[in-house]
């Protein structure tokens, strides 16, 4: 057997926290830029989801359209954002959020103010695999979801429905079935509790 | 200081005699995973230069004040403590890259290279040269990646670097794009690697990677 020694703890000790406390200011360093990028991206996926060109605007410019004409709004359980261009409602943002294939999915959908139209939907965070599945950033993909109409009375949940089923509005991404899937169904499924619920406050 | 014959030896070793890839096949759960499009190896070839070339050097610093049974230990904590720092540079500073690579940055710290050269050499070398190994190291690792990548991102989506460079009429190898792609292309290139280069002598690395 080997000789326990307490020096070896007290080396392990001392190494660790030299590269603890290094990595611990590196990222208070960089803490703010890191949510400065954060919240660009969100203010930017909230322009996309609305239709808005945001690509020749500075991180400033996109900001202020943000703080100035996107308005949220919390109703019972549902937090949403409405949309302005000039004085006159353009659209109401969702955020979205489910299970895919390899972890959680979060992103925004807009509907139109009468909520019988898409405008766009846009994808903020998930681990879906680079290449295959993380293709639904691509604008190739999102770009499809712009203009569907959807039928508020419709009776089942399927405002989604991949080609070439009937009536289908979108591609699938070839080789990422699931993730496909996945998307379809939270899209699907939050589309159907903004329609109950923002029915159930006309009434 | 180093001379440079010595730097030289530690180049070739790495970029082609040893080259951990094809000769060593080590790190190739990272090299199959990332290697659909260019620009994700080059910028994870990057992560690993900076992280297999300052990992090293700091082992060699401390190699003769560690203790030698938890050496494998330390090496873990410095080399997770580098690749946390390429995770938080990529967040802070490149959060397009940082997105497109996700999880393969963290996984650095698997990568049996980093691992492999700061056991085998840094733990016996001094300092400068153990960098300059991590380097070369870390450049075999990234040749390998982006001509693996070349071929995969060229023949399953007909672009390179992102850019299209055939016409219209040019059918996507979907296959390539998938992992199988991966197995078959990296299986060629490390036969036509080994062609091309033979092999000396018998091979004193034993063992394989992950």
């Given at each position: ?52 060109p ?8 996109v ?70 599945g993380?293709?639904i ?66 009434n | ?66 203790p ?31 997105e ?5 940055v ?26 300059f ?26 672009t390179?670097f ?5 016409g ?43």
């Amino acid at each position: 057997m080997k000789k326990f020694n307490y020096s070896s703890i007290l080396f392990m000790l001392v190494i660790t926290i030299i590269f603890t406390s290094a990595l611990a200011t590196i990222h208070q360093l960089t803490k703010d830029q890191v949510q400065l990028n954060e919240e660009l991206k969100e203010h930017k996926s909230m322009l996309y989801v609305l239709d808005i060109p945001f690509e020749n605007k500075t991180a400033i410019e996109v900001s202020n359209i943000r703080t100035n004409y996107i308005k949220e709004i919390k109703k019972e359980s549902l937090i949403y954002y409405e949309g302005f261009k000039g004085d006159t409602l353009i659209g109401y943002i969702f955020p979205i959020e489910g299970d895919a294939v390899w972890g959680y999915l979060r992103g925004f959908i807009s509907l139109s103010p009468d909520l019988t139209e898409i405008i766009g939907v846009d994808f903020l965070s998930h681990n879906e695999t680079p290449g295959l599945g993380g293709r639904i950033d691509e604008l190739q993909f999102k770009q499809q979801f712009r203009g569907i109409q959807i039928d508020p009375d419709q009776e089942d949940e399927n405002y989604i429905i991949y080609k070439p089923n009937p009536n289908g509005q979108v591609d699938a991404i070839s080789g990422a079935t699931g993730t496909s899937d996945a998307v379809k169904r939270i899209i699907n499924k939050k589309l159907e509790s903004i329609l109950m619920e923002m029915k159930g406050g006309d009434n | 200081m180093i001379k440079l014959k010595e730097l030289k030896n530690i180049f070739t070793r790495g970029l082609i005699k040893d080259n951990p890839v094809y000769r060593q096949i080590l790190g190739i759960c990272s090299a199959l995973a990332v290697t659909n499009l260019m620009i994700n190896s080059l910028v994870m070839g990057i992560g690993l230069i900076f992280v297999s070339s300052f990992s090293s050097l700091t082992v060699s610093i401390i190699r003769k004040y560690t203790p030698k049974h938890i050496r494998m230990m330390v090496q873990t904590l410095i080399i997770s403590a580098y690749v946390i720092i390429v995770d938080i540079i990529l967040k802070a500073y490149y959060p397009n890259m940082s997105e497109a690579l996700g999880p393969y940055v963290g996984l650095i710290i698997t990568n049996c290279i980093i691992m492999g050269r700061c056991e085998s050499f840094a733990q016996k070398n001094p300092p400068l040269s153990s960098f300059f190994d991590g380097i070369a190291c870390g450049f075999g690792y990234t040749f390998v990646l982006v001509s693996v990548a070349f071929f995969r991102e060229f023949l399953g989506f007909g672009t390179l670097f992102g850019f299209s460079v055939v016409g219209d009429w040019w059918v996507n190898w979907i296959f390539m794009i998938m992992p199988p792609g991966a197995f078959f292309m990296m299986a060629i290139l490390i036969w036509v690697a080994n062609s091309l280069v033979p092999a000396e002598e018998e091979s004193i690395v034993t063992g394989g990677g992950h």
